[in-house]
């Protein structure tokens, strides 16, 4: 089977970093796109990040200048540098990833919780 594994979420002050990892483990076919979501709780999930396998990247409005999203070498693993954290910020953080079959990956969400 094929999963994807999040980790690196955890509580901070305002102002703080955090940087989330979400790994590829089972096989799977090379992943063309990456993406992060968020969900807060009363809101639906929005995107907050993607990545495509050549490397191009689009954010959220908030999310620019203070996210970055990245990929390893061999494109099985995506990270999320989230620094100058917001209240707003706290959600559950997911990681999503598309291979060439257009199969997609869901991870299991991580909470990120942004204190003043």
């Known amino acids: 089977q094929v999963q994807l594994v999040e980790s690196g979420g955890g509580w901070v002050q305002a102002g703080g970093s955090l940087r989330l990892s979400c790994a590829a483990s089972g096989r799977i076919s090379n992943i063309r796109s990456w993406g992060w979501y968020r969900q807060a709780p009363g809101k639906q999930r929005e995107l907050v990040a993607t990545?495509?396998?050549?490397?191009?990247?689009n954010y959220e409005d908030s999310a620019k200048g203070r996210f970055a999203i990245s990929r390893d070498g061999a494109g099985n693993t995506v990270y999320l540098q989230m620094n100058s954290l917001k209240p707003e910020d706290t959600a559950v953080y997911y990681c999503k990833a598309e291979d060439r079959y257009r199969s997609i990956y869901w991870g299991q969400g991580t909470q990120v919780t942004v204190s003043s």
């Open positions: 990545i495509t396998s050549r490397g191009s990247t």
